[in-house]
């Protein structure tokens, strides 16, 4: 019953890290299992860049950022009607991409449309909040041309704005990699004191060492893949909670056989916390490189 338990345990761990702990939105994970064509872009390969996006959108025909990468192709191309097509099947599967409003607006502005292109670039401003400056920057071009200079210089103002915080935000990246805490430590801090509890349960009513150190290792493994460069830190905790938990909320053996395995069980699953969590960053990286 207990391995049951303990096999259910570890597979909703990996849908957790699969489903929640990736706290980046949709569209941010779509676009990068589309980095190769992305890349073909940059570097002018316009018309490779374009066979990849069709295909992509052969094969899964809801995919709101091929379509707008793909309509970028067809900008580059000189088929703006195309482009145009691309970006609005894109908003109809998905509004809430901002670079899709964000192309369709400077499309309506190079077409003189000019209060069809604030209506797209309002939308991108309101999907993308304050992250995207470009947005700022051509509804305020957009808004002079509709004579409204007073809008159009809080636009410029707003766009020097945010190129400034992210211009400092570099420079804090640059000088400190990246926050110690951030949301996602946070979160999967959380989950550590779960996967504590589960171990100290194991511990606690293990009959051999091998099954506390195998779950020791699954768990560490999944601690440094979902945290490839922090994963250290939260080997740590699973540590500190393993020893707390043990010591204060558990009652010792005084059998000397008992109480020698649940000794074994405990330090060499700290032990294995860390070597574990080692490994699945390794994994992690290596996935990233591939």
């Known amino acids: 019953m207990i391995e049951i338990a303990i096999v ?27 980095k190769e064509g992305i890349r073909l872009l940059k570097n002018n390969q316009v018309q490779e860049a374009f066979n990849y996006f069709d295909r992509r959108i052969s094969s899964r025909k809801n995919s709101p950022v091929a379509y707008l990468y793909r309509s970028r192709c067809f900008k580059e191309m ?8 691309d970006l609005e099947t894109g908003i109809s599967y998905d509004e809430s991409v ?3 409003h964000l192309d369709r607006g400077k499309l309506l502005y190079a077409k003189e449309m000019y209060d069809e292109a604030l209506k ?9 909040g304050e992250r995207d400056p470009e947005s ?22 707003k766009e020097k704005e ?25 979160v999967n801090s959380g989950l550590v004191i779960c996967t504590s509890s589960l171990m100290l349960f194991i511990i606690k009513n293990a009959s051999s060492i091998h099954l506390p150190y195998l779950i020791a290792t699954l ?9 490839p460069h922090k994963g250290w830190i939260l080997a740590i905790l699973q540590c500190i909670f393993i020893l707390a938990g043990y010591y204060l909320f558990t009652e010792i053996p005084v059998n000397g ?14 032990i294995l916390t860390f070597m574990g969590s080692f490994l699945g960053a390794f994994l992690k990286r290596a996935i990233n490189n591939s």
């Open 136 to 157: 700022y920057y051509w509804r305020g071009m957009t808004k002079q041309k509709l004579f409204l200079e007073d809008e159009a210089h809080n636009d410029f103002e």
């Open 78 to 85: 000189g088929d703006w009607n195309a482009a145009m097509r």
């Open 8 to 34: 259910l345990a570890f597979f909703g761990y990996i849908y957790y890290l699969k489903n929640y702990a990736d706290l980046r939105t949709k569209s941010d994970k779509e676009e990068e299992s589309l």
């Open 219 to 227: 768990t560490a493994v999944c601690i440094g893949f979902v945290e």
């Open 120 to 128: 797209s670039l309002s939308k991108a401003i309101f999907n993308a």
């Open 257 to 270: 056989g008992k109480k020698e395995l649940e000794y074994f069980c405990l330090y060499g699953s700290a």
């Open 98 to 100: 901002f670079g899709l």
């Open 162 to 186: 945010i190129i400034e915080f992210q211009n400092r935000s570099s420079e804090s990246i640059l000088l400190a990699d990246n926050p110690l805490l951030d949301k996602r430590l946070l």
